[in-house]
């Protein structure tokens, strides 16, 4: 059902998995510590000190471990060997949200505010904005984004949301541009305006869904998925230390090919 699921939905829920509870537990205090250092605060606070963004901060080795601790283990390791071979992990992001995310610091424009506050800021991994006219070209192709909850969720209090099935839209809407250019050249292609025409299809065609996890379970997400986090409205009460979700977005050997086509 895994995969028939993430093939269909473009993501997929684990249940508790004791293994992933010890690491979680393992690797809690040091993502916890790094949160909270005044150089990587300095380093990683956007939006009104609402998010440490945290990228590639935790000091995991391509297993998982961090000094000596446990490797990252469980149904959804074995499950991403049986689609990607053996597991190379990157260093993990540690993103925090605060209340009262996204604040307006005025570091963003108002239009990209209000896109993050009202669409939570949905995006495709991998085709990150790039100058001052953010045109989109294809960088860091992902194999897929693993997220870990470190604390307790609220449903209302920034969760992750998906728009299901919107990976075959952003995938469809890709190949027609691509299919007819050597994959050589793709890095070089602006994908901009089929990029955002595919995405107001996903806002008009899927549903939007919150992923709720705890401590323990995880999820995964299809690495062509629309997605974004919610607003932490101020009524939603604190979480305390925020709310912590460990990301892995392992690029292996980053073949776009695999990235567009894939075998899911
Ligand atoms: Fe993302």
Same mark, same amino acid.
């Given at each position: 059902?895994?995969?028939?699921s993430l093939? !269909? #939905?473009?993501?997929?829920?684990?249940d508790?998995?004791p /293994?992933?509870?010890d690491?979680v537990?393992?690797?809690?205090?040091?993502?916890?510590?790094?949160?909270?250092?005044?150089?990587?605060k300095?380093?990683w606070?956007?939006?009104g000190?609402?998010?440490?963004?945290?990228?590639?901060?935790?000091?995991n080795?391509p297993?998982?471990s961090?000094?000596?601790?446990?490797?990252?283990k469980?149904?959804?390791v074995?499950?991403?060997?049986?689609?990607?071979? %053996?597991?190379?992990?990157?260093r993990?992001?540690?993103?925090v949200?605060?209340?009262g995310?996204?604040?307006?610091?005025g570091t !963003?424009?108002?239009?990209?505010h209000r896109?993050?506050? /009202?669409c939570?800021g949905?995006?495709?991994?991998?085709?990150?904005?790039?100058g001052? /006219?953010?045109? #989109?070209?294809?960088?860091?192709?992902?194999?897929y984004?693993l997220?870990?909850?470190?604390?307790?969720? /609220?449903?209302?209090a %920034?969760?992750?949301?998906?728009?299901?099935?919107?990976?075959?839209?952003?995938?469809?809407?890709?190949? %027609?541009?691509l299919d007819?250019?050597?994959?050589?050249?793709?890095?070089?292609?602006d994908?901009?305006?089929?990029?955002?025409?595919?995405?107001?299809?996903?806002?008009d065609?899927?549903?939007?869904?919150?992923?709720?996890?705890?401590?323990?379970?995880?999820?995964?997400?299809h690495?062509?998925?629309l997605h974004?986090?919610?607003?932490w409205?101020?009524?939603?009460?604190p979480?305390?230390?925020?709310?912590?979700?460990?990301?892995?977005?392992?690029?292996?050997?980053g073949?776009?090919?695999n990235?567009?086509?894939g075998?899911?």
């Amino acid at each position: 059902m895994g995969l028939v699921s993430l093939s !269909e #939905r473009g993501w997929i829920k684990f249940d508790h998995d004791p /293994n992933i509870l010890d690491w979680v537990h393992y690797i809690q205090p040091t993502a916890a510590g790094i949160a909270e250092d005044p150089e990587q605060k300095a380093l990683w606070l956007r939006h009104g000190d609402t998010w440490f963004v945290g990228v590639n901060s935790l000091p995991n080795d391509p297993t998982g471990s961090v000094a000596e601790g446990p490797q990252l283990k469980g149904a959804v390791v074995d499950f991403l060997i049986k689609l990607h071979g %053996s597991i190379a992990l990157d260093r993990a992001q540690i993103s925090v949200i605060y209340p009262g995310y996204p604040a307006f610091d005025g570091t !963003e424009s108002e239009v990209a505010h209000r896109y993050r506050k /009202n669409c939570c800021g949905a995006h495709v991994d991998g085709l990150r904005p790039e100058g001052l /006219n953010r045109r #989109r070209f294809i960088h860091e192709p992902h194999q897929y984004v693993l997220g870990l909850p470190t604390v307790g969720s /609220n449903v209302h209090a %920034s969760p992750m949301v998906v728009w299901e099935g919107s990976h075959h839209i952003i995938r469809a809407a890709f190949k %027609s541009v691509l299919d007819d250019i050597p994959v050589a050249q793709w890095n070089s292609i602006d994908l901009t305006e089929i990029y955002h025409e595919a995405r107001r299809k996903c806002f008009d065609q899927c549903k939007q869904i919150s992923i709720s996890a705890k401590p323990g379970e995880c999820y995964l997400l299809h690495r062509l998925a629309l997605h974004g986090i919610a607003p932490w409205p101020e009524a939603v009460a604190p979480i305390d230390h925020g709310r912590m979700v460990i990301y892995f977005r392992p690029e292996g050997d980053g073949n776009l090919i695999n990235w567009l086509n894939g075998s899911y």
